[in-house]
T-cell receptor, first 116, second 112 residues
Framework: DTGVSQDPRHKITKRGQNVTFRCDPI?????LYWYRQTLGQGPEFLTY????????KSRLLSDRFSAERPKGSFSTLEIQRTEQGDSAMYLC??????????????FGPGTRLTVT | DQQVKQNSPSLSVQEGRISILNCDYT??????FLWYKKYPAEGPTFLIS?????DKNEDGRFTVFLNKSAKHLSLHIVPSQPGDSAVYFC???????????FGTGTRLTIIP
């Protein structure tokens, strides 16, 4: 049983550096999501893909953030010129249609980013 | 603006008793609701969901109740077990819209 996987699990970087995270969704899921979670808060939506198409982006996703899903399988999230405020847990999720007609999202373990 | 609210940051329950976690929402357009459990250093794990056409959904020890008029949902865990100790998040979405809006979470501690 392969769930959603994320790499790396932890990343420490210096302010101003670029970082890239990878997410591999559950293989039969065509929807993929990125969320960010900070201490004491719930996950906040960043963006999502249906197959290769990026269908929605949050206003939280500044110009320094870019996400891709080039072949409709894995996805990457890049943060350019990192700032200390980017320190957070970055969560990836994937989904397929649920039994009640909605879409349960299944999350990976997350990538914890620390910007020093 | 916090559209999904979990007003109890923590809850302690004796093992074997019922745990009741509450969630309120302000956006009346939300029509699909989910509960997730999160252990430290792991991603959220899906527990149970409910659409607005229902007022109750059960899955084993977990039952979710939805009161649309009060914009309130609750998660009941019966009987509570030590492995249920975790942070629980409720989330809401618009049916067919993929974005989940999460509450801030409730830390549940089951006392042996």
């Amino acid at each position: 049983d392969t769930g959603v996987s994320q790499d790396p699990r932890h990343k420490i970087t210096k302010r101003g550096q670029n970082v890239t995270f990878r997410c591999d969704p559950i293989s039969e899921h065509n929807r993929l999501y990125w969320y960010r979670q900070t201490l004491g808060q719930g996950p906040e939506f960043l963006t999502y893909f249906q197959n290769e198409a990026q269908l929605e982006k949050s206003r939280l996703l500044s110009d320094r953030f870019s996400a891709e899903r080039p072949k409709g399988s894995f996805s990457t999230l890049e943060i350019q010129r990192t700032e200390q405020g980017d320190s957070a847990m970055y969560l990836c999720a994937s989904s397929a249609a649920g039994t009640s007609g909605g879409y349960e999202q299944y999350f990976g373990p997350g990538t914890r980013l620390t910007v020093t | 603006d916090q559209q999904v609210k979990q007003n109890s940051p923590s809850l302690s329950v004796q093992e074997g008793r019922i745990s009741i976690l509450n969630c309120d929402y302000t956006n009346s357009m939300f029509d699909y609701f989910l509960w997730y459990k999160k252990y430290p250093a792991e991603g959220p794990t899906f527990l149970i969901s409910i659409s607005s056409i229902k007022d109750k959904n059960e899955d084993g020890r977990f039952t979710v109740f939805l009161n649309k008029s009060a914009k309130h949902l609750s998660l009941h865990i019966v009987p509570s077990q030590p492995g249920d100790s975790a942070v629980y998040f409720c989330a809401a979405s618009l049916f067919g819209n993929e974005k989940l809006t999460f509450g801030t979470g409730t830390r549940l501690t089951i006392i042996p």
